[in-house]
């Protein structure tokens, strides 16, 4: 028998038939990454329901060589859910249940399957706010922000995924299963295996629950969209508002050619009456006058050609749709290729300014949209109109981050999109180093084996 019939059959005898799914209809919805640039054939999925289910997987795939790709919402955008390779997809969302919710603390404990927007609701009822956020938040999982470290629009405020994580419960590729979900907020008993988990991409074993660190909601919000004469004044007035604007929790920044498409496809209207080139959606909490405050720190910006301030919810919710339709608004254009990258604050305005021709230089028939987190120095270059295997625009814009001292991955993570290119960012020895962890806690190689580290 096939090795993943044998597996198969082992886990159908197992967890029962309904776990393990063959069905090639259903195969194929978890065979093609959300930007339609990567695709597998998944010999089954696999959906288990408890912790222990997860661990019958692991030991089963072990047992018969099968490699594993961990899924949870399918909403990474470098290509690490997707089974390429023929790899068998674990289907995480059904662990979804948020338990031990603490509101005198400010923690709780979400299943990997849960989203990211059931967390931010049971925060609020819990009288917190969860700090990491971003568009595909009813979608992406607790399990998949873990494993990508994703960053989001507040991450100027509250930091990545990494800085809310107290802990982990998770399945290692070794087939052990560690549980620790500590229910207080200091604790430095050795190794910090949460955080190592955290950005593994899958590669370490499969985490099945986070034990969460909730923050103070903001308060009353104020949303700003202002308009910029360049690129530098965006940039210098985003670093201002971080020095000056108390209770400051995004600065998102689009381009006017992104912003065109994004009302071509939703049909919004102009975002501003005068056109600009370069705008920062701003958003600020504050208790006493939130509107008053965001409009004088606008004010008190240099390059300002225009700005709309807004404090009730549907005209706040209007504004931010002109940046968080940008995903969805280039995939209309084609499977964009995606760079997520960051730059120190001094290169960042002129790599933006830049790229278009980098791209041009060695794909002169592809368009380059950017727009990103402007206070975190993350802009996401989107080069669409280029074959799925195309690797000379990744050459080339990759390099310039690496030549500015930039990150070619800020929070999407390496996947299998940016792999071979990990020496840009990371020194042979800290790739070893990598290699050994990875040695050790999947010493079988079976935990999404096509992500993060290149071939040997
Ligand atoms: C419209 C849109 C906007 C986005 N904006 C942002 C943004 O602002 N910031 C940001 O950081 N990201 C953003 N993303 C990317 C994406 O939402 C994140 O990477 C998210 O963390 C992926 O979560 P997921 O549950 O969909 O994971 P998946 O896509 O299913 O998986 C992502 C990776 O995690 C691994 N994985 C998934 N679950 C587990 C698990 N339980 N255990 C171990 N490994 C696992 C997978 O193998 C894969 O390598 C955006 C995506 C979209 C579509």
Known sequence: MHAADAFVAALRADLGPDRVVTDPEVAATHAVDWTGRFHGVPPAVVRPRTVDEVAAVVATAIEHGIALVPQGGNTGLVGGATPCDGEVVVDLRALAAVTDVDPVGGQLTAGAGTTVADVQAAARGAGWAYGVDWAARDSATVGGSVATDAGGLRFVRHGSTRRQLLGVEAVLGTGATIRHLPA?????????????????????????????????PAGPLATALVGFASTAAAVEAASVLRRSLAGLEAVELVLADGVALVRSVTGLPAPLAAEAPVLLLVE???????????????????????????????????????????????STVGPPHKFDVTLPAAALAAFIDDVPDVVAAVAPSARTWCFGHAADGNVHVNVTGLAPDDEAVADVVLQRVADLGGSISAEHGIGRAKRRWLHLARTPSEVGAMRAIKAALDPHGLCNPAVLLPPP
């Open 184 to 216: 207080v907020e200091k604790d430095n008993t050795g190794y910090d295996l949460a955080a190592l988990l955290c950005g593994s991409e899958g590669t370490l074993g499969l985490v099945t629950a986070a034990r969460l660190r909730l923050v103070p």
């Open 284 to 330: 600020a909490g504050d208790h006493v006058d939130p509107e008053r405050r965001l409009a004088e720190a606008v004010a008190g910006l240099d390059g300002v050609l225009d700005a709309a301030v807004a404090v009730d919810g549907p005209r706040r919710a209007q504004l931010w749709r002109y940046r968080e339709e940008h995903t969805s608004a280039i």
